[in-house]
């Protein structure tokens, strides 16, 4: 597909266990992100991939999250012993630089329950 | 530490009527500032992208203007229709694309 894929759509786990989130960005958009969107946080930064630099880690809220990004295109978001606080959607976006302008295009979201 | 907010959380309008979206931001150093709407269940759809060095974008029948100074922006859209009914969220963009979200407005056009 051309657009940003993210998988599973849903998922729901018990608390204490790991769970993996997917993104596919789109062919050739050298940027990947990673957004939480949870009711009463609204949507905040988690990481972001450029190319081959070191990500920017500075928004994952604790050690139990991590990410990595292979090939420079798939991405995989990955949280060790899952909180009923990290019930939330998780959202990729992937962008292009365009002279500074970064358009950044969404998936649709994983929507994670951890019960 | 930047901060955007945006006003009102939840707007109702008839189909026919312009609607006015406010966001407000408190650190003006930015590079971008990004419109994106949000239907429920689905991700964000891109509408408009103002660069720091532009007055205003223009799409169809949507309008974004950016005052830097005063840290604010809005986005208009005429004659609304009800498929804009969505949440429509402001963020503004760092130097290397990090986004930063406003809560979002809520808006609902009836028929």
């Known amino acids: 597909g051309a657009g940003v894929s993210q998988s599973p759509s849903n998922k729901v786990t018990e608390k204490g266990k790991d769970v993996e989130l997917r993104c596919d960005p789109i062919s050739g958009h050298t940027a990947l992100y990673w957004y939480r969107q949870s009711l009463g946080q609204g949507l905040e930064f988690l990481i972001y991939f450029q190319g081959n630099s070191a990500p920017d880690k500075s928004g994952l809220p604790s050690d139990r999250f991590s990410a990595e990004r292979t090939g420079g295109s798939v991405s995989t978001l990955t949280i060790q012993r899952t909180q009923q606080e990290d019930s939330a959607v998780y959202l990729c976006?992937?962008?292009?630089?365009?002279?500074?302008?970064?358009?950044?295009?969404f998936g649709a979201g994983t929507r994670l329950s951890v019960l | 530490k930047q901060e955007v907010t945006q006003i009102p959380a939840a707007l109702s309008v008839p189909e026919g009527e312009n609607l006015v979206l406010n966001c407000s931001f408190t650190d003006s150093a930015i590079y971008n500032l990004q419109w994106f709407r949000q239907d429920p269940g689905k991700g964000l759809t891109s509408l408009l992208l103002?660069?720091?060095?532009?007055r205003e974008q223009t799409s169809g029948r949507l309008n974004a203007s950016l005052d830097k100074s005063s840290g604010r922006s809005t986005l208009y859209i005429a004659a609304s229709q009800p498929g804009d009914s969505a949440t429509y969220l402001c963020?503004?963009?760092?130097?290397?694309?990090?986004?930063?979200f406003g809560a979002g407005t809520q808006v609902v056009v009836t028929p």
């Open positions: 963020a503004v963009q760092s130097s290397w694309g990090k986004l930063q």
């Open positions: 103002i660069q720091s060095s532009q």
């Open positions: 976006a992937s962008s292009l630089d365009l002279g500074g302008a970064y358009i950044q295009y």
